[in-house]
């Protein structure tokens, strides 16, 4: 079945970027996102990317896809405390298949 | 304007009880989920409804039933509440991809 896989925790400074990794094993995966959750409130989406694209920017946020190794990676430029939170990736497909979220990762910003 | 509304927001009930939790979107979107997210944060999914056709039943007891009245609507019915099902359930939309879910803001449930 498809697994969906990152690091729990991600500590920095204020200022500094920041870098999450996600691997995912589904290789009919079309979609991959981005969500981010607040406390004690849902997920909102980020970004997104298509499996045929390598990268995608949106302002502060850099989304690197490697689809040969599974490997997808968030990357927030000039972090700040309000980005501290749960970041989740994603994957999905064309079908009628469900996303599938990875187990978070909380972001910790320093001041 | 909430596009994804639950209600409630918190529950707090006794083993044994049999409850529900409300969901509604104003977005037009054509398919609505359930996800459960326990007390280390995995997101899993329970159900999904297309056009209120039911889509996806993963392996949940079948103390869980959904309902769908309509496709802007998607419910959760809960019997004999267990100790285990204390967690945050969230509901989602979502319209064809690659657009990805808009959530609810969670129903903290607590079985005491």
């Known amino acids: 079945g498809e697994d969906v896989e990152q690091s729990l925790f991600l500590s920095v400074r204020e200022g500094d970027s920041s870098v999450i990794n996600c691997t995912y094993t589904?290789?009919?995966?079309?979609?991959l996102y981005w969500y981010k959750q607040e406390p004690g409130a849902g997920l909102q989406l980020l970004t997104y990317?298509?499996?045929?694209?390598d990268m995608k920017q949106d302002q502060r946020l850099t989304v690197l896809l490697n689809k040969k190794d599974k490997h997808l990676s968030l990357r927030i430029a000039d972090t700040q405390t309000g980005d501290s939170a749960i970041y989740f990736c994603?994957?999905?497909?064309?079908?009628?298949?469900?996303?599938?979220f990875g187990s978070g990762t909380r972001l910790q910003v320093q001041p | 304007d909430t596009a994804v509304s639950q209600t409630p927001k918190y529950l707090v009930t006794q083993m044994g009880n049999d409850k529900s939790i409300k969901c509604e979107q104003n977005?037009?979107?054509?398919?609505m989920y359930w996800y459960k997210q326990d007390s280390k944060k995995f997101l899993k999914i329970m159900f999904s409804?297309?056009?209120?056709?039911?889509?996806i039943n993963e392996t949940v007891p079948n103390r869980f039933s959904p309902k769908s009245p309509d496709k802007a609507h998607l419910n959760l019915h809960i019997n004999s509440l267990e100790l285990g099902d204390s967690a945050v359930y969230f509901c989602?939309?979502?319209?064809?991809?690659?657009?990805?879910?808009?959530f609810g803001s969670g129903t903290r449930l607590t079985v005491v």
């Open positions: 989602a939309s979502s319209q064809d991809s690659p657009y990805g879910y808009t």
């Open positions: 589904d290789s009919s995966s079309t979609y």
């Open positions: 990317i298509f499996s045929n694209m």
């Open positions: 994603a994957e999905g497909d064309t079908g009628r298949r469900a996303l599938t």
């Open positions: 977005l037009g979107h054509d398919t």
């Open positions: 409804y297309n056009n209120k056709e039911l889509i």
